[in-house]
C-alpha cells in the first residue's frame, strides 16, 4: 500500500488527506462523489450504462444524478456533518469529461462554497487531451485515468466502440485512439504537476498478463499510484463480458499480478470500488443519509 515511507515527499504531501491514495488517510479522512455526469464517450464491455462507471466505481449501482447546483449544496451539506470530508471527486455515473460543462460548474461552485476541499476526478481519458488546461484552471489536485490496456489488439476486445470528433469508431482504430489519447493526457497532466493514479480493470484471458506492461507504461508517463482492480461481471448486470460468462480475477490471481507490479509503480490495494454518489470514509457509504430530497427540504 502507498504510505509515508513509500512516496517522494512532495507526493506525499499531497495525497496524505486523501483517502483513496494513502493507506493512512483512508482511516481517518472522508470522500464525497457527486453524481453530476450522466453521458459517456466510450463503450465499455464491462458496462452496463443503466448503472454507474464501472472504471472508477462498483458496477451494478445507479446512482442519484445531481445538477450541479444541487451537487454543491450537498457538499456543503456533508463537509458541515462530516468535518473529515477533504475530497470531493466526480467519477460518473458516466464519464467527467464527456459532461464538461456540468463537471466543471460542479467545480467551480464547490470551490466557491468550501475552499479547503481538494478535487478530483476520473476519466476514460478519451476527451483528456482537450481539458488539461481547465483541470488545472479549476485546480482539481488529483486525476484518475482508466488504462486497460496499451495494445489497441487487446483494446479491440474491452471497448466496442468510442465516440470521438463528432465521429463513432469501432474496433482497432478506436481502440488506438482512446490508447493515444489517454496517454497524452496523462503526460500532459503529470508535466503540470497534477497528481495522476491510473486504475486498471484486471480481465482474465484478455489483459491480465498485459497489464504489466501498462504498468511499465504509466509509470513512464508519470503515473504515481496503479490501482488494478478485478473485473466484477455479474450476468445479471447486462455487461457484454457478464453474458458472454467473461469471468473476474481470484483474490490469487489479482494478488500475484500486483506482487508482479510492485517496483514499477506503486500498486494501491485498499480501492474499494466505491460508487459514484459515494459518501464517508473508503470502506462505509452514507450516501442514504444526504439524498437530493433532503438536501433540498433544507432551503
Ligand atoms: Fe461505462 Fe465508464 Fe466505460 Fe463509459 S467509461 S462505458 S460509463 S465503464
Ligand atoms: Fe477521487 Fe476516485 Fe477517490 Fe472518488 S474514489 S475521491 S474520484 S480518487
Not at 455526469?37 to 446512482?63: H, M, T
Not at 455515473?93 to 476520473?122: H, Q, W, Y
Request: hydrophobic share 40%.
Amino acid at each position: 500500500q502507498a504510505g509515508q515511507a513509500d512516496l517522494p515527499k512532495t507526493i506525499w504531501e499531497k495525497v496524505k488527506n486523501h483517502p483513496c491514495y494513502s493507506e493512512e488517510a483512508h482511516h481517518h479522512y472522508a470522500r464525497m462523489h457527486v453524481a453530476v455526469a450522466p453521458a459517456c464517450n466510450v463503450q465499455c464491455n464491462y458496462c452496463n450504462r443503466k448503472y454507474d462507471c464501472a472504471n472508477e466505481s462498483r458496477p451494478g449501482v445507479v446512482s442519484e444524478k445531481l445538477t450541479p447546483e444541487q451537487a454543491a449544496k450537498e457538499v456543503l451539506a456533508v463537509a458541515t456533518s462530516i468535518p473529515q470530508l477533504t475530497v470531493v471527486g466526480i467519477a460518473g455515473p458516466g464519464d467527467p469529461l464527456a459532461n464538461p460543462e456540468k463537471t466543471f460548474k460542479t467545480f467551480e461552485l464547490v470551490a466557491r462554497a468550501a475552499p479547503d476541499i481538494k478535487l478530483c476526478l476520473s476519466t476514460n481519458g478519451l476527451a483528456l487531451p482537450d481539458h488539461v488546461d481547465s483541470i488545472a484552471r479549476a485546480k482539481i489536485d488529483h486525476v484518475t485515468i482508466t488504462i486497460n490496456t496499451v495494445d489497441p489488439e487487446i483494446g479491440a476486445k474491452i471497448y466496442p466502440w468510442i465516440f470521438f470528433n463528432h465521429k463513432r469508431y469501432t474496433g482497432i482504430e478506436a481502440a488506438r485512439i482512446l490508447i493515444d489519447r489517454q496517454l497524452q493526457g496523462l503526460q500532459m497532466l503529470t508535466e503540470r504537476g497534477i497528481l495522476c493514479k491510473v486504475n486498471s480493470v484486471m480481465i482474465p484471458e484478455i489483459n491480465d498478463l498485459h497489464l504489466v506492461e501498462v504498468n511499465k507504461t504509466v509509470k513512464a508517463r508519470g503515473a504515481f499510484l496503479h490501482n488494478i482492480m478485478p473485473l466484477i461481471s455479474a450476468p445479471e448486470h447486462g455487461t457484454v463480458f457478464g453474458l458472454n460468462g467473461q469471468r473476474g480475477p481470484t483474490a490469487q490471481e489479482l494478488k500475484a499480478l500486483q506482487d508482479g507490479c510492485e517496483g514499477e509503480t506503486k500498486v494501491m490495494r485498499h480501492c474499494r470500488q466505491c460508487r459514484a454518489d459515494a459518501v464517508g470514509l473508503l470502506g462505509e457509504d452514507r450516501s442514504a443519509e444526504f439524498t437530493t430530497e433532503r438536501i433540498m427540504a433544507m432551503d
